[in-house]
Nanobody
């Protein structure tokens, strides 16, 4: 799958907001879900949130619950991540990728089409 294109990162103060965008080029009928992930130095890549293309079912992982909202625009092949009340521990590089698997909540290995990422820095 062609790599996704992420944008929208930047430097914000604690409590601020950012809205990340992920364009999924070549999204097809078989693309089941797209997810946002993050990776900080010295840590593994972690799930943040996922959304299915057909039904718009969303899943939030611990780091995102209550503060982040994932959404999609199917006409634009774009997935968004609205991040509110940002904390210094949210500082990371955020990536998106997609999967054809219905096992989209359980395995990062099922995802491909990784983008270059967009850096989010939250100052204290």
């Amino acid at each position: 799958q062609a790599p996704a294109v992420e944008s929208g990162g930047g430097l914000v103060e604690t409590g601020g907001s950012l809205n990340l965008s992920c364009v999924v080029p070549g999204r097809s009928f078989s693309t089941y879900a797209t997810g946002w992930f993050r990776q900080s130095p010295g840590k593994g890549r972690q799930f943040v949130a996922t959304i299915t293309w057909r039904d718009g079912i969303t899943t939030y992982f611990e780091s995102a619950k209550g503060r982040f909202t994932i959404s999609k625009d199917s006409a634009k092949n774009t997935v968004y991540l609205q991040m509110n009340n940002l904390k210094p521990e949210d500082t990371s590089v955020y990536y998106c990728a997609s999967t054809k698997s219905t096992n989209y909540r359980n395995s990062i290995a099922m995802y491909d089409g990784w983008g270059q990422g967009t850096r989010v820095t939250v100052s204290s």
